[in-house]
């Protein structure tokens, strides 16, 4: 048990799924676990595991930006022997071939700064994902047919950003996609020596200003949340 995750030991799986929204952790788990029991509700903020495919596997909410997600990384490696999570959410385009509902697959995840920023002093760090699941996921978005691109992305400490000169250049250096969260994941996991990845659906696009409304979000994150499964399965 732990300041933010009330779980006793053993109700985490190895394997963890975070999408930052803890409704959407109940909904994925529901979706695609068989025998989901709530193992958190700490602070709302809740918590499933059950098993797919015989596997088991948690899905915990992570809550909105680095701060948030950095917690309950580090809780779930440190103290409940997380050894691969994947971040399951939402994220912008900033890119005219990157549509709404593709998927995209971080390989990387810049960002103005982090949580973990102060232990470094000087240095830029650069995360990046584990290359066992970046492989393992690209096989399983080409099985599923989902349109999917593989890249870096921006990890933003603001959603309501009004800095339109740093999108035309993340946009000019071929960033990928704009989220919260990933960047803090993939420094915690290299910290602990777990493995992490973020896969990520476009949701609203920076260029055009498309976006999905609530119900489409939902039907459109079930490949998300498959190629998360199998790549955090498979090996």
């Not at 803090?184 to 055009?208: F, I, M, N, P």
């Amino acid at each position: 048990m732990t300041i933010h995750i009330d779980a006793k030991p053993g109700d985490i799986a190895e394997t963890v799924l975070l999408p930052g929204d803890p409704l959407r952790a109940e909904w994925a788990a529901e979706e695609f676990l068989d025998g989901p029991r709530l193992v958190n509700e700490v602070r709302g903020m809740l918590g499933y595991t059950g098993t797919w495919n015989g596997h088991p596997v948690t899905i915990h909410g992570s809550g909105m930006g680095m701060p948030s997600l950095s917690i309950y990384a580090n809780e779930l490696i440190r103290d409940y022997g997380a050894k691969t999570l994947v971040r399951i959410g939402s994220c912008g385009s900033m890119q005219a071939d990157v549509k709404l509902r593709d998927i995209v697959i971080a390989m990387t995840a810049s960002s103005m700064e982090t949580p973990s920023k102060g232990m470094f002093r000087e240095l830029n760090f650069a995360p990046c994902a584990d290359w066992t699941l970046l492989r393992a996921a690209v096989e399983a978005a080409e099985w599923t047919g989902t349109t999917t691109h593989v890249g870096g992305i921006y990890s933003s400490n603001t959603f309501y950003d009004e800095r339109p000169d740093l999108n035309e250049q993340m946009t000019r250096h071929g960033m990928l996609a704009v989220e919260m969260e990933a960047a803090e994941l993939y420094t915690v996991a290299a910290r602990h020596g777990a493995r992490a990845l973020a896969v990520l659906t476009v949701s609203d696009h920076l260029q055009t200003g498309e976006a999905l409304d609530s119900e489409s979000r939902e039907t459109s994150f079930g490949d998300m949340v498959l190629i998360a499964l199998e790549a955090a399965l498979s090996n």
